[in-house]
């Protein structure tokens, strides 16, 4: 008798192969049988006839770094079918760190990935110093999922630079470079599944300084990428703006031809042609080079209650912004309110001037100024801005911007937000496309899922609480692109399912999970495609010392379990803890190595590469990431 068969099932097995109606038998951690039946009985069974049954998803773009100290479960990416996350990206975590100096991690995270510095120095139980000795810590405690933890840039430099030297353009010498990148080899050592850095001027700390690593040298970035190198296994993580691709560049594409460790990227400015063909070019020829894509915008939640709206700038507003939300929601009510905030324009002197007088204020007038003039453009860019509805519509048609609606109801389009955010007791969101979104389709989302190289990520699960919410990506990944897309073609599903399962699995040498095949990990969702959807986001106060975060629950999972384990049943966990923590490259005894490409793929698509790359540069034409807006 199996402990665990799922029958009847339409398996989509991660392999990219058409899905198949089958049985699965699982025993102990493990998939013992895949078929097209099976007679033994199980201990336990679920029929999945008319559901999708797929691999558990691996997300390697989550920043639960702090979270793993309070919530076994991961939520809210538990609750979209996750059962294996990676954390440790954009250069920023735990550890290392010396005695006495972990506020300043806090504020790196906090500023970075939005995430609360009070529920996190409320929350993490400090302990360790060193890399290992937090994986030792970690390794602890019980989990719902599988954990994956790379060591990041910012912690690194902090630790061996001291964090007054870390930042401020500082150049690292030889003898902490060669430490750093000694570092990076003991904690892969250790278990670390790599090493992660942020060249990205997106990323700044809580005064707006850039993180540690931004402006590194390449002679630092080189030690440091061969550090993993090394290790002899490992994967190197980069959040980059290739803004200057001679300088930026360099040491990666040298990293590229002589490891042969992996390589994983989010690209969030820049030419994100050139490198998509380079990355292209050597993941055919057997590098691991991985760059992530969303799918969909990397969007910004406007509403009453959450850290940014498009009123912040009122005096109206600013006079109730510090109440309750409810007390606020009671005041707004009022018409007459609602006349004499329109009535009004931003007050951006008054803003300079308070912040300019903060205690802890660290910037110039010149530099303030400029941070509210960025907050003024992002709000106001009302041609992409939407009503996000229910369940929310990531690849919004024209007719549904905000721009749109106020020129039919003939009303000013601070008023159409006014009204919208209103509704449900205050606690609408408008949907702020981040990205370049002038066409509003998300062709360049599809052309990269047609990649071999791309990867499903950016999901930031645990990450920028009070304004975006993006940890419910996989599942829109699948309910979108395969089933609800109209601006233009749908991705075939095993292409989807693959894309975050073995594909993610494999960029980070997990070659235990991520595919329905007998001797793999038993990593499992059981899902109703017809149900499958994401709600409203909304925002929650279950942070330590009541933080809050705006979350998204998920329908259509009727099962998820992780090894062997029912973790969670129609949405409700089950109380199951088997994740454990991930300690390096993972193996089995039916797959070992990265996907091939068959030799005649790989010849026309290399062909069709060095073609394209002679036209773009023959052009000089460029074209934008899809991660930063044109506003940024």
Avoid at 59 to 76: F, K, R, S
Avoid at 250 to 260: G, I, P
Avoid at 455 to 476: E, K, N, W
Wanted: proline share 4%.
């Amino acid at each position: 008798m199996h402990d665990l068969v799922i029958r009847n099932g339409l398996i989509v097995d991660g392999s990219g192969n058409k899905p198949f109606i089958g049985d699965i038998a699982i025993d102990n951690e493990n998939i013992s049988l895949v078929s097209s039946s099976i007679t033994e009985k199980g201990k336990e069974e679920i029929d999945a006839e008319g559901k999708l049954v797929t691999p558990g998803w691996v997300d390697i773009h989550t920043h639960y770094d702090g979270q793993v100290c309070w919530d076994p479960y991961l939520t809210p990416s538990s609750w979209h079918g996750v059962t294996t996350a990676v954390m440790g990206n954009c250069g920023v975590g735990f550890a290392p760190v010396r005695p006495g100096e972990e506020n300043f991690l806090i504020q790196l995270m906090e500023g970075v990935e939005d995430i609360p510095g009070s529920a996190l120095h409320e929350g993490i139980e400090w302990g360790w110093e060193t890399f290992p000795e937090f994986l030792d810590a970690i390794d602890k405690k019980e989990f719902v999922m599988d954990l994956g933890f790379m060591i990041g840039h910012g912690p690194l430099r902090s630790y061996v630079m001291g964090h007054d030297r870390c930042q401020n353009q500082v150049d690292a010498s030889d003898l902490e470079i060669d430490k750093m990148s000694e570092l990076v080899t003991e904690a892969i050592n250790a278990g670390a599944l790599g090493f992660s850095t942020s060249r990205t001027i997106l990323h700044r700390d809580i005064y707006g300084k850039y993180v540690p690593g931004t402006e590194a040298s390449s002679e630092e970035m080189r030690a440091l990428a061969f550090g993993v190198d090394k290790a002899g296994e490992g994967t190197l993580e980069i959040t980059s703006d290739w803004l200057d691709e001679e300088i930026e560049m360099s040491w990666m594409k040298e990293y590229v031809k002589k490891s042969n460790c992996g390589l994983t990227f989010l690209q969030t400015n820049g030419d994100a042609v050139k490198t998509i063909l380079f990355s292209e070019e050597h993941y055919l020829k057997g590098k691991n080079i991985r760059p992530q894509f969303p799918g969909r915008n990397v969007g910004l939640m406007f509403g009453f209650e959450s850290s940014l709206n498009p009123f912040m700038q009122y005096p109206a507003y600013r006079e109730i912004a510090h109440l309750p939300h409810e007390q606020k929601y009671e005041i707004m009510k009022d018409p007459d309110f609602k006349n004499r905030l329109l009535s009004q324009k931003p007050d951006l002197k008054s803003e300079i001037d308070k912040r300019l007088a903060e205690p802890d204020n660290t910037k110039t007038r010149e530099e303030i100024e400029k941070d509210a003039e960025l907050l003024s453009s992002l709000t106001t860019n009302y041609k992409t801005q939407f009503i996000l509805g229910t369940p929310p519509n990531y690849e919004p048609k024209q007719e549904d911007s905000i721009a749109a609606i106020s020129s039919n109801k003939g009303i000013s389009e601070l008023e159409v937000m006014f009204d919208e955010m209103m509704k449900n007791n205050g606690t609408n969101l408008i949907y702020a496309a981040f990205t370049p979104y002038d066409d509003y389709k998300l062709n360049f989302v599809e052309r990269a899922y047609g990649l071999k190289s791309s990867v499903a990520g950016g999901s930031d699960g645990g990450a920028h609480c009070g304004l975006i919410c993006d940890a419910s990506m996989p599942t829109t990944n699948l309910s979108h692109w395969a089933r609800d897309r109209e601006a233009g073609k749908k991705v075939p599903l095993e292409k989807l399912v693959r894309k975050q399962t073995k594909d993610t699995a494999e960029t980070f040498g997990l070659f235990d999970r991520g595919e329905i095949k007998s001797g793999m990990l038993a990593d499992i969702n059981v899902i109703d495609f017809k149900k499958l959807n994401v709600s409203h986001p909304k925002m929650i106060h279950d942070l330590p010392l009541g933080g809050k975060r705006l979350v998204q629950d998920a329908t259509g999972y009727v099962a998820t379990i992780k090894r062997g384990q029912i973790v969670s049943e129609n949405g409700r966990a089950t109380g199951s803890l088997p994740g454990n923590l991930i300690r390096g490259k993972q193996t089995c005894k039916v797959k070992s190595e990265i996907s091939k490409v068959s030799l005649f793929d790989r010849t026309v698509r290399l062909i069709l590469i060095k073609l394209a790359q002679m036209y773009w540069k023959f052009n000089k034409k460029t074209v934008k990431s899809t991660i930063v807006s044109s506003s940024s």
